[in-house]
């Protein structure tokens, strides 16, 4: 009777183990692909960010060639503007980039309390 009680005991625990395992590992693939998601997300942002900046840039220093009659003072004033927004980057780096990125980082690998009910 009481071989039988732990015999049961033990079954169950495999049971809940296996169970635990199985949910450890759906949440884990869960915040891999979120985080993948995340980090392309980023890079296709970022290179569509260069490729407006490059055009916009281009398109600037085409202005200043035709307003100044010189090619010259308009890349002058475009290395210009491009050292003041490295500057400005290089300034709020973490506010712009670091924090943000922390932040949804931090929400996919720990609990989202709004998402989850409380345990027991």
Not at 65 to 70: I, K, N, P, Q
């Amino acid at each position: 009777m009481l071989k039988d009680s732990y015999q049961k005991v033990w079954e169950e625990s495999k049971k809940y183990l296996e169970l635990r395992y199985d949910l450890l590992r759906v949440e884990l693939l869960e915040k891999t692909s979120r985080i993948c998601a995340l980090l392309l997300m980023a890079i296709v942002a970022l290179l569509l960010g260069v490729l407006i900046f490059t055009y916009l840039s281009a398109l600037l220093l085409v202005w200043l060639d035709a307003l100044f009659g010189s090619f010259i003072p308009g890349l002058c004033i475009v290395i210009g503007v491009h050292l003041v927004l490295l500057a400005c980057v290089f300034a709020f780096k973490n506010q712009w980039f670091i924090n943000p990125l922390l932040r949804q980082f931090s929400k996919i690998l720990f609990n989202d309390t709004e998402n989850k009910e409380p345990q027991p």
